[in-house]
């Protein structure tokens, strides 16, 4: 699994401590769980830093702290579900350690709002995406039995001004948030409501956190938005326009050695100027997220994607061009309202001819209050969507082993990132085409962090296996 990818199953769910922190720093003891996309882990990291600063410390032992929080995600019924059963386990726990708070973060949080607090009984908080400024305050009021609830979403709420605590999985990579909310209205899709509009930070504080990143050995940054080609800040001092591209351009100037990652594209924004720019600029990584959705123009109207299958394959066809060799990974949807057998074809088709090195694939799930669910009848039969999910994930699964095939004898600069997990005596690292590559540490002085040029000798599906040739 890819740390920069929209929503990471081995993550679900994980619990946040920094390693480093002094136990007895703080007076009280925060645990946090995160569900969903990129944006929420990167969001505990700044939930943890307004609560450090408020005398609140990390665990990794929920049994001790007391403040539990669960950073939720509302994108499909099943992400509910899960935090659901989880919220209901904690129930349990309350009954007997009645001095814990627990506390829901994020977008189900934001869906949801007091329900969660009054007809449901789960939990003692409820915090918006937008309103964790607000949290030590509500931490107060539900310790003296109020109701604490702040679902209010902001039109300028960036979090520029705060450091965020790294979730230190591998002190290489690093989440930074450049947007937050979404102004796209994808009639699938719960996020526009659940974070709010569109908003850019100040790209200042940005090129800040990433000269500060890269002072603490940090190799990689992941610029995060759910749209990042349409960020657009104006630098009010100097009279200067910032859109992606020059962002892109002012981050790939920290420092050669630091990469650059970006997640997530939409289609119809990204431009010929930030395809020149990753090309222009080594530490940009040849890798491009560029979620499709459907491979059929009536289904994509209906999905408000304000694309068509034509006008989406000329822009793969764009960025082979500026790019080659560039990796292109996509989202895809089976089973949305009214999909045919010969929309669901065209979906094979268009991947077969995208030739996607990796996708996310996912069957749809109705969320309340959406565009789809007002307009359209979820009328795809589950077992139909699943059985085209299955069809879509098989022929991924040709896709990449085919791309990892194509890279056989090829030689790629890799980023160690640490120990493989199968066997401690490879290293693991990722190409800048974000492809994992796994090599022998036998032979070479090599430490996580590292630059290696590594030639590929072999492949599964989903790694490549190969040999350091020199660093
Ligand atoms: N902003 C990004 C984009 O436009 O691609 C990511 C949005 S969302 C967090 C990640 C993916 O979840 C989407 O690209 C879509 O494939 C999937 N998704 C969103 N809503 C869904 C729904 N109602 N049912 C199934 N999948 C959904
Ligand atoms: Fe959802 Fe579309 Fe916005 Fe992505 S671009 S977050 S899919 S509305």
Redesign the pocket.
Known sequence: MTSNK??DESRQGEAYAPFSEEPDTYGKKFYIESY??QMNFSDSEIVASILNSNGFGATRNFEEADLVLLNTCS??EKAEQTVRKRLTEFKKIKRKRPGMLVGVLGCMAERLKSKLLEEEKLVDLVVGPDAYRTLPQLVLEAGSGQKAVNVLLSREETYADISPVRIDTNGISAFVSIMRG?N?M?S????PFTRGRERSRDAHSILRECRELHEQGYKEVVLLG??VDSYYWLDEQNDDLVTFAKLLEMVALVSPSLRVRFS?S?PKDITDEVLYTISKYHNICKYIHL?V?SGSSRILQLMNRTYTREWYLAKVDRIRQILPGCGLSS???SGFCTETAEDHRETLSLMELCKYDMS?M??????PG?LAARRYTDDVPEAVKKERLQEIVDLQGRLSFESNKADLGKTFEVLVEGDSKKNKEFWMGRSSQNKVIVFPKEGMDLKKGDYVMVQVSDCTQATLIGIAIEN
Do not use: K, M, W
């Open positions: 929209a929503h969903g996309c994108i499909r979404c796209n994808c699938f899709c719960v996020v759910q749209n997530t939409h979620p959705q989202d895809l949807i996310y996912f069957f749809y799930s109705e969320r959406t």
